[in-house]
């Protein structure tokens, strides 16, 4: 619940650390110390922890402490005299995202979120093709064939069996009758030991053989003939008979995670799981699941899209908004030093930040972050969800959630940093 | 602050106003009961001009995760900078899938105060309301979608009391904050995730033994008895089938005589007569319109040029992929709620469906003849982006202009419309009802779109041109809440909207048989799906404002 109070004990809890958004943790009060029930959730756990246990710096510049306002009047005069500058990580809350963007607007900077290749690899997709997707809540009642692609979603998303893919309960598809595909460089049938053996298939397939492999599932559903010597070490039989599965679903999910897919042109690998749904959808049903949000890039991309109409990877260099998915990306930016001064935001992890650069660098960050060189101006920030409340989207986009406070704390919220910047410009 | 509007000639259909030259009084944002005592401290000499109420548009897909699908699917139809707003130029400017900024300036230098976004998915409203007060000078609200979710279609099933379902119906408008109940293909959108790819109205579901009459029934009769004013608002089944007028009249007939507000009809208004079996049944269903006076009705008219499908309605965008220009289409299956299709759409006037939609739209404004029930809409984006307003606004009051485009469209489509022998031409004073007077009053908003005493200032000030679509395309002035915010088509003032909201009465018990289901199928915690008026006006940014219900019951 949005809240600007601090949690009272035990009331229930946003986590902000993954693109499952659960919400259902618990936080206790007590002389030791503030504790969250992460409800088994390794990464939760380590996160609050480590959010919850940290101390709270205080603002510096080139390393040496000095008042906030100094330091704010210091990061002001740096952003008045840069002429390119980038505003990127953008791991951050909703409001966030909208100081982050009037900001951007009043200093004619660039734009992109640290996990903008992931992002794209899925967004390219949608603006080429389009997609048909399915939601949370969705995949846990209603799917009864689910394929996961790839090996790093259960490590990425922690929960995802559980709240997802095999729960104790569900509408229309009982989970003791689903079946799962895991699709992916599987070493020796190590399977997440959440999902029930008997209902798991494996097809250890390389991460760069989807796309081919999702072209024969195709082809095998019109009906065309498959040669006998399989495709990527995957027997014939065992294709046909995977393709036989997915006719026969009555709602069959593809899961993946855009982020494990790192590769040259991995966005058409993309497009052909997407292919796959959208054929199926002819005869049956099924959906799409890519899992996203960790670090906040699905809320920086809603944000930046319904108020500037394009999504990230956008610029104010010329005036409005320009949409420059090839060339603004980050890393590019700061490589060819297309850019005289970066902005990075990364309120949620100590290990999300900046890269490594020549180009001066004000970090908006998580109090624990460790840069991997020297910056300019480092302002520590609240972590929305602790420090603040705030609004937070999960994977699916239909979403945003809201992120209460749990605790009382010196660290500002991003947004009224970036407002207190603007009034100095 | 004392302003005074004086000379202008007021269209107030709420008051019974017509061109009458009277003078007005503006303080604290709102209109003054006759002249004060003491001397104004500005004075607009607005002689020979025309004077409204801000306008209002209750059917606009304006905010939500299918609008920035849209706008994120389609970068192309972005057209640069536009600079109008006062702070600088924070967005560009497409008429189909504007940015939530353009948006507000957009409508506001049309002389738009107050918008209305009719599908808010209720796990989708926090982001509707977050882009809805993204958009700037205008107050907005919603309308809740019910009728595809499960929770609704499982109460309903195991027989639940109208009682209950009344309760479910005013808990989600309290949890949404939003102002009306919309209905969406009822039972349609659910059915296409069982692999249905059609329901009539009197077809049985394929999972629960329910109609979509039995919904529409049930869902119109909760809205009535829990004494909200807006009625059920209706996207009745077999959108953009030809013959789909049966199940509109079936849809009419469904809601049992309980006020029911049936949206974009043009939609749903073909027959199958002709070569091509797709005809206009406009006739048959302004006959039906005309005759039962429980039922309201917008448009939702065409344009020729391009736009954007989006639409809850799954089942139909999906059977309509194959339309898609540009080439590309996205679905979306939602939470056990609902769903979203988004398909990008030319309309051509000289393809002959296209031709014909343009022209039932346009029958069916002039053949239903009372203003006070059928509103002036495009379905913005579906039909045509609502920055064609002035455009039909035209249309709709000069025959001569009509009737010259209708020249130019597929001449076997104008053959086949009725539209050469309609000589009506709309009044301003008509014009006036459909954009203001009704739609306030269908809404329960009894604070604007009028200019009687007490009223809200939102008023927009028009030169009267020898086009309509010059008057109505750039007004003199704009006013929101007394201040002046768009002059000469400029914006020159920004500040931010409230959300419009209805409250009905209900019985907390209900919520242990929500929270058991949001605990045993949902993704997320029923504390969490509840939007709170602290977390509207502090993270959000648009603070509720609450309008009044009849007393629970009084239906």
């Known amino acids: 619940m949005w809240s600007s109070e601090a949690k009272s004990a035990n009331s229930v809890l946003t986590c902000p650390f993954c693109g499952l958004g659960c919400d259902d943790l618990s936080v206790e009060l007590s002389e030791q110390g503030t504790k969250v029930d992460a409800r088994g959730c390794g990464l939760a756990a ?89 939601t949370f809540a969705e995949v846990r009642n209603r799917a009864d064939l689910i394929l996961v692609v790839g090996t790093e979603c259960f490590e990425r998303f922690p929960r995802l069996p559980e709240r997802l893919l095999y729960p104790s309960d569900a509408l229309f598809s009982p989970p003791r009758e689903r079946h799962f595909v895991l699709i992916g460089p599987w070493a020796d049938q190590q399977t997440p030991v959440e999902l029930p053996k008997s209902q798991t298939t494996v097809l250890p397939v390389d991460l760069k053989d989807l796309a081919g492999l999702m072209g024969i599932l195709r082809g095998l559903l019109a009906k065309r003939p498959l040669q006998a010597g399989g495709f990527a070490g995957i027997a014939t039989d065992r294709l046909a008979d995977l393709a036989e599965r997915l006719r026969r679903a009555r709602y069959s999910v593809l899961v993946w995670s855009a982020a494990e897919l790192d590769f040259p042109h991995a966005e058409l690998t993309v497009r052909a799981l997407v292919e796959l749904v959208r054929d199926l959808n002819e005869e049956t049903r099924a959906a799409a699941l890519p899992l996203a949000g960790s670090l906040g890039d699905v809320t920086a991309n809603q944000v930046c899209i319904w108020q500037t109409g394009y999504p990230l990877r956008t610029g104010f260099q010329q005036g409005g908004p320009r949409y420059q998915p090839a060339l603004y990306r980050h890393q590019d930016l700061l490589s060819r030093e297309e850019t005289d001064l970066l902005l990075w935001i990364s309120a949620l992890s100590p290990a999300a930040g900046p890269p490594r650069t020549r180009v001066p660098t ?36 239909v979403c945003p959630l809201p992120l209460g406070k749990v605790r009382d704390s010196t660290l500002l919220p991003v947004a009224e940093v970036l407002h207190l910047l603007e009034k100095r410009l | 602050m004392l302003t005074k509007l004086t000379g202008g000639r007021l269209y107030d259909p709420a008051n019974g106003v017509d061109g009458e030259v009277r003078d007005i009084y503006i303080r604290d944002g709102h209109i003054l009961d006759g002249p004060p005592a003491e001397s104004p401290d500005r004075t607009y000499d607005l002689t020979g001009k025309l004077v409204m109420a801000g306008a209002i548009d209750l059917h606009t897909h304006i905010g939500g995760g299918k609008v920035n699908i849209a706008r994120a699917m389609l970068p192309e139809l972005q057209g640069g900078k536009e600079a109008a707003s006062p702070s600088g130029e924070r967005y560009s400017f497409s008429p189909a899938t504007p940015s939530s900024l353009a948006t507000g300036y957009r409508y506001a230098q049309m002389g738009y105060t107050s918008c209305f976004e009719p599908a808010v998915l209720p796990v989708n409203a926090r982001q509707a309301h977050m882009e809805m007060a993204d958009a700037p000078l205008l107050d907005t609200g919603g309308y809740a979608m019910l009728g595809n979710d499960d929770l609704l279609l499982q109460l309903m099933s195991e027989g639940a009391t109208q009682e209950e379902i009344n309760d479910y119906v005013a808990w989600t408008l309290h949890a949404t904050q939003c102002i009306g109940i919309k209905v969406v293909n009822p039972g349609g959108i659910n059915a296409f995730k069982f692999n249905t790819r059609k329901l009539d109205v009197d077809e049985r579901h394929p999972h629960y033994p329910l109609t979509p ?31 789909n007028q049966t199940s509109t009249l079936a849809t009419m007939e469904a809601a049992e005589g309980f006020p029911v507000h049936l949206t974009h009809i043009q939609f749903h208004s073909y027959g199958t007569e002709g070569d091509r079996h ?94 006070w029930r059928v509103f002036l809409t495009t379905d913005h984006p579906n039909g045509a982006p609502f920055t064609s307003y002035p455009h039909l606004i035209r249309l709709l009051t000069d025959k001569g202009f009509r009737n010259d485009q209708l020249a130019r469209i597929h001449p076997d489509a104008a053959a086949m419309s009725r539209l050469t022998g309609l000589d009506r031409e709309y009044s301003l004073y008509e014009i006036a009802i459909m954009t203001r007077a009704a739609p306030a009053r269908i809404l329960g908003l009894t604070d604007r779109g009028h200019l009687g005493p007490g009223a809200l200032a939102d008023i927009t000030v028009y030169h009267e041109r020898p086009d309509a679509e010059q008057t109505f395309g750039s007004p003199m002035l704009v006013f ?63 603070p509720v404002q609450v309008h009044p219900c009849r007393p629970r019951g009084s239906a």
């Open chain 2, 213 to 243: 009459r039995d919904i529409v029934r049930t869902l119109s009769r909760a809205v009535a008895e829990l004494g909200m004013p807006h009625p059920l608002h209706v996207h009745a089944s077999n959108l953009g089938v030809p013959g």
């Open chain 1, 46 to 134: 380590r996160s609050f922890s480590e959010a919850l246990g940290g101390t709270f710096p205080s603002a510096a510049i080139r390393g040496q402490p000095a008042p906030l306002e100094q330091v704010l009047d210091h990061s002001a005069a740096l952003l008045r005299g840069a002429s390119a500058p980038l505003f990127a990580g953008l791991a951050t809350d909703v409001n966030g995202m909208r100081a982050t963007l009037e900001l951007a607007e009043r200093c004619s900077a660039t734009l992109d979120h640290l996990n903008g290749d992931a992002l794209f690899r899925n967004l390219l997709v949608l603006q080429e093709h389009g997609w048909l997707t399915g």
């Open chain 2, 278 to 371: 797709f005809s206009s049944a406009a006739a048959e269903i302004a006959d039906a319109v005309n005759r039962q006076k429980n039922v309201t009705i917008d448009v939702g008219q065409i344009m020729f040029g391009q736009t954007v499908t989006i639409s809850g309605d799954t089942m139909r965008q999906h059977a309509n992929r194959r339309f898609a220009h540009p080439r590309k289409w996205t679905c979306m299956d939602i939470e056990c709620e609902a769903g979203c299709g988004v398909v990008p759409f030319r309309y051509r006037d000289k393809n002959f469906v296209n031709a014909l939609q343009w022209a039932i739209g346009l029958e069916l404004f002039l053949m239903i003849d009372d203003p």
């Open chain 1, 362 to 397: 004000i970090l908006l960050g998580h109090p624990g972050t460790a840069p991997a060189g020297p910056v300019e101006v480092f302002i520590p920030v609240g972590l929305p969800g602790i420090d603040h409340p705030g609004h937070w989207y999960r994977s699916d986009a």
């Open chain 2, 480 to 542: 929101k809440r007394g201040e002046v915010v768009v002059e000469e088509g400029q914006v020159s003032r920004t500040f931010s909207g409230a959300t419009q909201v209805v409250r009905p009465d209900y019985d907390r018990g209900i919520e242990r048989r929500i929270g058991d289901w949001f605990d045993r199928y949902h993704s997320v915690r029923m504390g969490n799906f509840r939007i709170s008026d602290q977390e509207m006006a502090e993270g959000i940014g648009s």
